[in-house]
């Protein structure tokens, strides 16, 4: 378990749900990952992120679905791409990553409570 932190310093990071808009495969990668680019809605806007979850998605099937994201991380660099936002999930079994995504219908960019 990680080390203990207060309910302020949760209230700090700002996960939101999206909708995938687009998905492409990104082959220059060092591990197989996804391009992503993620509708959050009017106040957010789409930010871009690649994620590596290719064990249990391909691009296409990323289209349209909804996940949960931190969108208040600097951008990263990731080889050629800039990472904008972190995609969650947890690892299955083998270590694959299964995406964190509401289990019922919710407008993109509603925060996480």
Do not use: C
Not at 6 to 16: A, E
Not at 34 to 42: A, H, Q, S, Y
Not at 79 to 101: C, H, K, Y
């Amino acid at each position: 378990m990680a080390d203990q932190i207060t309910f302020d310093d949760f209230l700090k990071v700002d996960i939101r749900a999206g909708r995938v808009t687009r998905a492409e495969p990104f082959p220059e990668a060092r591990k197989p990952a996804i391009k992503l680019w993620i509708d959050f809605g009017t106040e957010i806007g789409e930010k871009k992120t690649s994620a590596q979850i290719t064990a249990h998605y391909t691009p296409e099937a990323l289209v349209g679905r909804m996940v949960m994201a931190v969108v208040n991380f600097p951008p990263r660099q990731i080889g050629p791409f800039m990472s904008e936002v972190l995609t969650l999930g947890v690892a299955d079994a083998e270590g694959g990553i299964v995406l964190l995504t509401p289990d019922h219908p919710v407008t993109p960019g509603e925060r996480m409570q």
